[in-house]
């Protein structure tokens, strides 16, 4: 099976945003595999290991992303693949990066593409559905549970809270959710093999794209932190006291039942 | 910006979604005084098309068929195309829920165009319409604006509010022939999990469970107190790891990402990744036995106790008064 992960290299969650000049400060900050592609990694690699073939991890990024596909690779993927848009000046957005996938991946012969739900950072989940539609075929998101029966994915996915069995013809893009599996942390003997997998750098040239091709359609115009919450009420005295007053200021001071 | 603009409306249990009532206000932004033209997909839907206009969409444009009742990502990126090509709008808007996300950004791709996902607010600055959007789960915000084509948005439910209830607006509602072909997606089953119905991304109240809460049985007593709010129930990554709940209550910046009007957290600690999913809910209350615990930096009411003799107290009052 060919399998191919689409993977985005975030701030870690624990990071505190700091925003300087309108911009997020990146001074530093520790970086991650998003946490919801490193279930599409676990995913991708437990199919490989059932299936044969081989998992191959591409992001769109600069120099810096190779250390996240160094720790793709230790936990067990075949190959990776550095889309380098370091020369794009202008800010990308999700048609950037989407086009930029599938303009690497319709030249690829795969199975399965498999990525995040959202990514952590920006939260829109944008990316995989649209290069689903640029290589015409069809999604499913938020999955938690994946099977492949010869030429079909057999499919759970949840969809607020209920989940919804379904069966789709491969090729399918899927994005991961939680509950999908337990990504495994990269082993000491997958970190020196890791070293020695390939690791390969195109760029827009490569792909035969220009700029224009790729230009972002949206524009960020601000960025803000929300506002620091006044200081709350810690209740005092006997606990009956403390339930009867917050049940009347939540009644009557804030307003909320 | 331009003189139309699509809403497409979503139904759940028979319904249509508060969100569609939303984005209808948030497209009536956009359209500046143009026209909203509400979609509804689906079944038996001329009742739900007027509660649209009622709710301020000037007309509606139904597709009524099988094949449309159940969400299929081929089957509405086919039909809304459809009538993209018919009405030639200049934006649409659609809830950012389950269905939402997926149909959006594939639009965005079949369209070529620029999509601003999960906003929480949309503003008309200098004649430029800029929505504003949470980034790292909300624990800062970036406003965006899209310079050319079409404007495509999904909006992040319990938001933007929406306008008040007109019985006595009317509009044409027509129904649109719409050829459906090869879906790919075979739907076999749809598991019921959520037990009364209260999603977590619309819900007005949300009881929260941490690590605090011990166990499964541990989560009964938040049940309970969720029942008499009518509220939904959530929990944090430590009470989803420890296996106390499923994994679809995790709320937090892998997990959903919520802004009710009120928030209870039981035996949660407040780690940063939690608390980016839930610090931008209206009210919060915090319930937790360690008065140091960082929860109580973003909670507005808090109280210092164990939570299994707390939350059984707040039932009980809560139901002695009418919620």
């Known amino acids: 099976m060919n399998i191919y992960v689409i993977m985005k290299r975030t701030f870690d969650t624990e990071e505190k945003i700091v925003i300087h000049a309108g911009a997020i400060d990146e001074e530093g900050a520790e970086f991650i595999i998003n946490p919801y592609d490193e279930y599409a990694i676990e995913e991708a690699i437990v199919l490989r290991d059932e299936h044969g073939g081989e998992v191959t991890v591409v992001t769109v990024g600069d120099e810096e992303t190779e250390k996240e596909l160094r720790t793709a690779l230790a936990m067990g993927a075949d190959k990776a693949v550095l889309l380098d848009i370091e020369e794009l000046e202008d800010e990308s957005d999700h048609f950037t990066t989407s086009s930029i996938l599938t303009a690497y991946l319709k030249d690829q012969e795969f199975d399965i593409i498999l990525g995040g739900n959202v990514a952590v950072d920006d939260g829109a989940g944008q990316v995989a559905p649209r290069v689903a539609e640029g290589l015409g075929i069809n999604q499913v998101t938020t999955i938690t549970r994946l099977n492949i029966d010869g030429e079909t994915a057999k499919i759970e996915r949840d969809v607020e809270g209920d989940v919804e069995v379904i069966e789709t013809p491969l090729p399918v893009m899927v994005t991961c959710q939680q509950g999908l599996n337990e990504p495994r942390y990269p082993s000491l003997p997958g970190i020196m093999k890791a070293k020695k997998k390939p690791l390969d750098t195109l760029d827009l040239d490569d792909l035969d794209l220009e700029e224009e091709d790729v230009e972002a359609k949206t524009k960020t115009v601000g960025r803000f932190l929300p506002p620091e919450k006044a200081a709350g009420r810690v209740l005092e005295g006997e606990l009956d006291d403390q339930v009867q007053e917050l049940v009347e200021a939540l009644k009557n001071e804030a307003k909320v039942i | 910006m331009g003189q139309k603009v699509l809403v497409l409306g979503e139904m759940k249990n028979g319904e249509v979604r508060n969100v569609t009532y939303e984005a209808i206000a948030a497209g009536q932004k956009i359209v500046d005084g143009g026209e909203i033209v509400g979609v509804l997909f689906g079944e038996n839907l001329q009742e739900h098309a007027e509660t649209m206009i009622h709710y301020g969409a000037d007309r509606v444009v139904t597709a009524e068929k099988k094949e ?65 959007r949470p980034i790292y789960s909300g624990k800062a915000f970036e406003k965006k604006v899209i310079e050319e084509g079409l404007v495509l948005a999904t909006i992040r439910p319990n938001n933007i509010v ?46 929260s469970g941490g690590r605090g809460v011990k166990s499964a049985d541990g989560f009964k007593p938040l049940e309970e107190l969720a029942e008499v709010l009518g509220a939904a129930v ?38 940063i990744q939690h608390l980016a999913g839930m610090s931008n809910s209206k009210v919060i209350v915090a319930i937790n036995k360690d008065p140091e615990a960082p929860i109580f930096e973003v909670a507005d009411y808090g109280i210092v106790g164990d939570l299994f003799e707390v939350v059984p107290k707040l039932t009980e009052e809560f139901s002695k008064v009418s919620v």
Request: hydrophobic share 35%; with cysteine.
């Open chain 2, 68 to 132: 449309l009742a159940p969400y299929t990502t081929d089957a509405y990126s086919q039909a809304l195309l459809q009538i993209c090509e018919a009405e030639k709008p200049e934006g649409i808007v659609m809830g950012h829920t389950s269905s939402g996300k997926d149909l959006a950004p594939r639009m965005a791709g079949k369209l070529k165009a620029g999509l601003v996902s999960d906003a929480v607010g949309v503003d008309i600055e200098d004649g430029q319409v800029v929505f504003t």
């Open chain 2, 162 to 207: 929406a306008f008040e209830k007109d019985e006595s607006r009317s509009g044409d509602v027509s129904s649109m022939d719409i050829e459906i072909k090869d879906i790919r997606t075979m739907i076999k089953d749809v598991v019921k999990k959520t037990s009364d119905g209260v999603d977590l991304s619309e819900a007005n109240i949300i009881v």
């Open chain 2, 234 to 271: 959530g929990a944090s990554r430590g009470a989803c790891d420890a296996e106390y709940c499923d994994y679809s209550l995790q709320i937090g910046q892998t997990g959903k990402v919520v802004t009710p009007d009120l928030y209870i957290a039981c035996g949660i600690s407040g780690a």
